[in-house]
């Protein structure tokens, strides 16, 4: 009895000072681990980010990888259109036009389209800045973002290969008193009357063919557009036509 007792306390405070080994290397790891990770700023999961150092600070930091792209001159129109991003996109292309009205700005378009009075905000924008705002169709140019593709700088709306255009007219649609939908009828048909001015002016079409080509959901692949004229040039590759 006395030798198993004797045993299992052997046991026991062997056991412990295992338990005691163990545990003093895993502090030993964790703190390891907390120095490598205070020495290393590793990037955030989530939304891309890259280093960037403003200029004067002595450490580059993790940036939003657009906002970055933004200190180029580079804009993304990849989301639905509508007043927020029309009101952030406009700010970078005024503040960039500020900067330097010499140097162009580069507008790629990935986007379903959206709200019309917002692009129009957009395309006045493009026509009054003193840059050249070379636009490129990396994806889908839906509605609203076929018009913004097709204000660029002429003979610089680029389109990749695979890229698609969609063009309809706007559509619109209210409720109340019938006189209130009666107006709200004449103004989406003066906009219809507008947008169909300026496809025309950028594409170098009729009024009676854009009409045409308005009437219902129109799909265009990047040669088709370019036939329309909505571009100028499919892109085919970096270092060449």
């Known amino acids: 009895m006395k030798f198993a007792i004797a045993t299992v306390a052997s046991f026991l405070a062997t056991t412990a000072g295992f338990h005691i080994s163990l545990h003093a290397k895993h502090l030993t790891t964790k703190r ?34 657009f906002n970055r792209l933004y200190r180029e001159r580079i804009i993304f129109l990849g989301q639905e259109i509508d007043d927020e991003l029309c009101n952030q996109i406009i700010a970078v292309m005024l503040f960039s036009d500020s900067e330097d009205p010499e140097k162009p ?9 959206g709200s019309v009075i917002a692009g129009l905000a957009l395309y006045d924008t493009i026509q009054n800045v003193n840059s050249e705002v070379v636009t490129c169709n990396v994806g889908m140019a839906a509605s609203m973002a076929s ?35 009666r107006v709200e009828a004449e103004q989406i048909l003066k906009i219809k009357g507008s947008i169909v001015t300026m496809y025309a002016q950028m594409t170098g079409q009729t009024r009676e063919r854009v009409i045409q080509a308005l009437d219902r959901d129109n799909y265009m692949s990047a040669q088709e557009a370019l036939e329309f004229g909505l571009i100028d040039k499919i892109v085919y590759s970096v270092n060449g036509p």
């Open 32 to 65: 390891f681990a907390t120095e490598r990770a205070g020495s290393l700023q590793m990037m955030p999961i989530g939304v891309p980010k890259v280093a960037y150092r403003v200029p004067g600070a002595t450490n580059a930091d993790w940036v939003d990888i």
């Open 105 to 113: 700005m580069y507008l790629y378009v990935n986007s379903p389209g």
């Open 147 to 181: 018009f913004i593709l097709g204000s660029g700088e002429r003979g610089k709306r680029l389109a990749l290969p695979h890229s698609r255009v969609m063009i309809h007219q706007p559509m619109g649609g209210s409720e109340g008193q019938a006189e209130d939908i």
